[in-house]
């Protein structure tokens, strides 16, 4: 069987071709980048040693497992951050809430913030090395959450505090940023059944996927210092609702910004309290 060949037989599972020459160039141990590489080598021949377990990996990405969990890691920010089965895998869209937290924090020097429900530790990460004066904390109710995440904080080099807790809960810290990726499908939706794969607490949040979001509003004006941001991540309809929220919190400057398809991906505002 030659390269060609091998990506053919993934083809006909139905396989998508960058999904099955990503899966090739990590059974072949080489860099996702190399997909020219593949191109040039299409007439090679496969060692029958790698056929089988190229093969067993476009059966297991056909069956819906995300490609980043059968790799192993997956690209947000720049960071190349190790996931697996216990967090959700980072999404692009959520980029958007890291640059507009970069953005509140540019003129801060040493920033005090916080991600809730960090997961693979993404958010946090990507504000630190881009921020390295901040002291970002990070907290999840998942201990194999907080596992991967302190692992990618080693690799990466990058000193965060992990925390173990439920959203604010156990801490009297005022912070800069209180910035949030939680739950936030509503515990009926059908997309939910493509998402089977990740971590079901990661993901739906009671009726109406604001949840989660409501405890988070509700517990934050306490914990933001004077002129701090809540920033949170929620899905495509449901700005209207959590600026609502935030509003009726007492935060000012309630705003939203658009994800990659120019919907209403993040809402955040700021606590105006003097003193």
Same mark, same amino acid.
């Given at each position: 069987?030659?390269?060609?060949?091998? %990506?053919?037989?993934?083809?006909?599972?139905?396989?998508?071709?960058?999904?099955?020459?990503?899966? $090739? $160039?990590?059974?072949?141990?080489?860099?996702?980048?190399?997909?020219?590489?593949?191109?040039?080598?299409?007439?090679?021949?496969?060692?029958?040693?790698?056929?089988?377990?190229?093969?067993?990996? =476009?059966?297991?990405?056909?069956?819906?497992?995300?490609?980043?969990?059968?790799?192993?890691?997956?690209?947000?920010?720049? $960071?190349?951050?190790?996931?697996?089965?216990?967090? %959700?895998?980072?999404?692009?869209?959520?980029?958007?809430?890291?640059?507009?937290?970069?953005?509140?924090?540019?003129?801060?020097?040493?920033?005090?913030?916080?991600?809730?429900?960090?997961?693979?530790?993404?958010?946090?990460?990507?504000?630190?090395?881009?921020?390295?004066?901040?002291?970002?904390?990070?907290?999840? &109710?998942?201990?194999?959450?907080?596992?991967?995440?302190? @692992?990618?904080?080693?690799?990466?080099?990058?000193?965060?505090?992990?925390?173990? @807790?439920?959203?604010?809960?156990?801490?009297?810290?005022?912070?800069?940023?209180?910035?949030?990726?939680?739950?936030?499908?509503?515990?009926?939706?059908?997309?939910?059944?493509?998402?089977?794969?990740?971590?079901?607490?990661?993901?739906?949040?009671?009726?109406? @996927? %604001?949840?989660?979001?409501?405890?988070?509003? =509700?517990?934050?004006?306490?914990? $933001?210092?004077?002129?701090?941001?809540?920033?949170?991540?929620?899905?495509?309809?449901? &700005?209207?609702?959590?600026?609502?929220?935030?509003?009726?919190?007492?935060?000012?400057?309630?705003?939203?910004?658009?994800?990659?398809?120019?919907?209403?991906? =993040?809402?955040?505002?700021?606590?105006?309290?003097?003193?």
């Amino acid at each position: 069987m030659t390269i060609e060949q091998a %990506l053919a037989a993934a083809a006909a599972l139905g396989l998508a071709r960058l999904d099955s020459q990503l899966l $090739l $160039l990590h059974t072949l141990g080489r860099s996702e980048n190399d997909r020219a590489w593949l191109l040039a080598h299409d007439a090679d021949v496969l060692a029958p040693e790698r056929q089988d377990p190229f093969m067993q990996l =476009c059966r297991r990405r056909v069956a819906g497992e995300p490609l980043a969990y059968i790799v192993g890691h997956k690209e947000f920010f720049g $960071l190349d951050l190790a996931v697996d089965p216990r967090v %959700l895998v980072p999404r692009p869209d959520t980029e958007t809430l890291v640059e507009w937290a970069l953005g509140v924090l540019a003129a801060q020097p040493a920033p005090r913030v916080v991600d809730l429900g960090t997961g693979s530790g993404a958010i946090a990460l990507a504000i630190k090395k881009h921020r390295p004066a901040a002291h970002v904390e990070a907290v999840d &109710a998942s201990v194999g959450a907080l596992d991967v995440a302190r @692992g990618n904080a080693q690799a990466l080099g990058l000193d965060i505090q992990l925390r173990h @807790g439920s959203w604010l809960d156990g801490t009297q810290a005022r912070y800069d940023l209180i910035v949030s990726n939680p739950p936030y499908v509503a515990e009926g939706d059908p997309h939910l059944a493509a998402l089977v794969h990740e971590p079901a607490e990661a993901l739906a949040a009671g009726a109406d @996927g %604001l949840r989660d979001i409501r405890t988070i509003v =509700c517990q934050a004006s306490s914990r $933001l210092a004077p002129g701090g941001w809540l920033l949170l991540e929620h899905g495509w309809d449901q &700005a209207t609702a959590v600026r609502a929220l935030l509003a009726a919190a007492g935060l000012g400057s309630v705003g939203s910004r658009m994800d990659l398809a120019g919907l209403e991906r =993040c809402s955040g505002g700021q606590w105006l309290e003097l003193g």
